[in-house]
């Protein structure tokens, strides 16, 4: 079981890395950002994104990105104390820790946040 979770995390991560590719190409539909659409947990909204670095070293401080059923989560948004300003990390190797196989990237979250996707 813990395998397919795993796997499952490292496909879904890889999909993340791809799609994060895409949209620093494309301007998306509502030409707010290039990056994806990150839900913030704690806020209950919506935040677009634009993807500025992608890859950073894994120097400093870093907040995890969670691959979601309806795509990507996190904790803390905008204004609150645990948000670090767009410094994300995907647990690509599934094992809950921050570590060298994982992938760390720069994309800030553009407000005003929103409720609906």
């Known amino acids: 079981m813990k395998t397919l979770k ?4 490292v496909l879904i991560a890889t999909a993340l890395l791809a799609s994060s590719s ?7 539909e509502t ?4 990056g994806p659409t990150v839900f913030v947990i704690s806020q209950d909204l919506y935040y ?3 993807v500025v670095a992608d890859p950073l070293p894994m120097k400093g401080n870093f907040q995890q990105l969670i691959p ?3 795509g990507l ?3 803390y948004g905008p204004g609150e104390v645990g948000h670090l300003g ?10 809950g820790v921050m570590n060298e196989g994982d992938h760390f990237f720069l994309c800030p ?3 005003p946040g929103r409720e609906t996707l």
Do not use: C, H, P, Y
């Not at 895409?22 to 998306?28: G, L």
């Not at 767009?86 to 094992?95: A, M």
């Open 22 to 28: 895409a949209f620093a190409k494309n301007e998306r």
């Open 6 to 9: 795993v796997l499952g995390s």
């Open 48 to 50: 677009d994104s634009i």
């Open 86 to 95: 767009g410094r994300w990390w995907v647990d690509v190797t599934g094992d």
């Open 31 to 34: 030409g707010r950002g290039t």
């Open 109 to 111: 979250l553009l407000g």
């Open 73 to 75: 989560m996190t904790q």
């Open 68 to 70: 979601g059923e309806d």
